[in-house]
């Protein structure tokens, strides 16, 4: 039977951006708010995650040709797409990827009223939504405006769905989000509220950090994924890329 499936899948968070910079400047000076003048999906990446980006390019170029990914997605973000640029022009994709097909449903979870606030400026400006988020957890939490962690999971069956139709069997990466990274996990993995907050709670997600997905027939003869490594860094360890792991926002994870 046809797998349904790709042959293989890679999720891979966005190098460092500069709203990662921002965010931690903001925290460090106590600020309510992340000073960037942009909007969040005009952030671009910093020198440091460009540098990332290229160092995730060159091992996927290391590569044979047969084992590279032959189709990219990515999230309309600037961040993004930088990071799938840089990976595409260190050679990194097989010759049928040369261009990341852009996908707005794995954009960056919407924060709504709470964009460019920290944590501090949360509970300043919006302490009943704080309070609020607190008693009901940040997976169905929806801040005034935005997206709760449920919302994201709903658009990303759909793209999930688009994947499987078009790109069945073949090799496909994925440049996108913290969130959307962990979101996909649940998806894919079958999990429940509990079990990826536990993983979200391990640690961040890591800027070009790979999670990494074969696919292999079960019980049924259906393809069912099988994660073969997460977070995984050692692209950026072998290229002496420093590693980061900052949320995107003080809200975004915490």
Sequence with gaps: MRQR???RLW??????????????????????AIEIGVRDVDVPLSALGQKQAEALGRWFAALPEAERPERMLCSPYLRARQTAKAICEAGGVAASAHQPIVDERLRE???????RLTTAGVRQKFPDQAAHRALLGKFYHRPPGGESWADVILRLRSALDTISLHHADRRVLIVCHQVVVLCLRYVLEELDEKAVLAIDREGEVVNCGLCEYEFEPDDAATCVPKLVRYNFAAPLIEDAAPITSAP???VATR
């Design 11 to 32: 999720i891979v968070r966005h190098g460092q951006s500069a709203g990662n910079v921002a965010r931690d400047a903001a925290d460090a000076a106590g600020l309510a």
């Design 5 to 7: 499936w790709p042959a």
């Design 109 to 115: 979870r919407e924060f709504g009223l709470w964009d």
């Design 248 to 250: 995107d926002k003080m």
